[in-house]
C-alpha cells in the first residue's frame, strides 16, 4: 500500500523586505535563506532576551519562596487575612469607638488595622479567625491595645454573645504546617479578589 504525502505547504517569509513564499526544510522555519535569517536575527535576540529574563525572574521567585522561615510564612498568611478582614468590614465603624473614615481625628478615622479581640499571643488558635478579627481603628488597635472592654461589648452587638462566649472558650492548640499556612494565605487571597470583584460590579 503506497501512502501518499500532502505537498509541503508554502509559507511566507516573515522578514519583511522580504516576505518571499518557501518551503520549510525545518520545523518552526519561519524565513527563506540564511540571508534573512541575519536580517531576522536582532528581532529573535530581543525575544530571547526576553524569555530568559522571564525565566530568571521565575526562578529567584522560587529561590525566595524556599528561603522563607515558618515565621515568614504565617506574617504572609496573616497579612492575607488582615486585608480580608479589612475589605470585609470596609462599611463598619470601628469595632471599638465606632469611629469611621469620615471622622476627622486621623488617628481613629483615616487608617484601619485588622484588630484581634484575643490577642494572637493570648490564644493563637484564633489568629486566623475571622469571628475574632474586626477592623478597628489605629488609635484603639495600637494606642489603647485594642480598647478590648469596648470592643468586646460592639462585638456581642455584632455576632452575638454565644459566638463571642465561643471565643473566649478554650482552644485545641493547633501548630501549621507551612502547606497549611500557604492554603490559608491562597484561601484569604481569594476571598479578597472575590470581594473586590462584587465591589467592581
Not at 540564511?34 to 530571547?48: H, Q, T, V, Y
Not at 456581642?156 to 504546617?177: D, S
Amino acid at each position: 500500500m503506497v501512502i501518499e504525502r500532502k505537498p509541503a505547504k508554502l509559507k511566507k517569509c516573515r522578514v519583511a523586505t522580504c516576505w518571499a513564499s518557501f518551503v520549510p526544510a525545518l520545523l518552526g522555519q519561519a524565513v527563506c535563506s540564511p540571508a534573512c535569517a541575519i536580517l531576522d536575527a536582532p528581532k529573535n535576540l530581543e525575544r530571547a532576551r526576553k524569555s530568559l529574563a522571564q525565566v530568571e525572574r521565575r526562578e529567584i521567585k522560587v529561590r525566595k519562596e524556599n528561603l522563607k522561615s515558618r515565621a515568614d510564612h504565617l506574617r504572609e498568611a496573616q497579612a492575607a487575612v488582615n486585608e480580608f478582614i479589612r475589605l470585609r468590614d470596609a462599611h463598619l465603624p470601628c469595632i471599638s469607638c465606632d469611629s469611621t473614615p469620615n471622622d476627622n481625628d486621623l488617628m481613629t478615622g483615616s487608617r484601619w488595622d485588622a484588630g484581634h479581640y484575643r490577642s494572637v499571643g493570648a490564644c493563637p488558635e484564633l489568629r486566623f479567625e475571622p469571628l475574632n478579627i474586626h477592623r478597628q481603628c489605629v488609635k484603639c488597635n495600637r494606642n489603647l491595645s485594642g480598647n478590648a472592654v469596648e470592643y468586646r461589648i460592639r462585638l456581642v452587638l455584632r455576632i452575638g454573645a454565644e459566638k463571642v462566649a465561643w471565643i473566649e472558650g478554650p482552644h485545641e492548640t493547633c501548630k501549621y504546617t507551612v502547606d497549611e499556612i500557604k492554603a490559608i494565605k491562597a484561601k484569604y487571597r481569594a476571598m479578597t479578589r472575590e470581594l473586590k470583584k462584587g465591589e467592581a460590579a
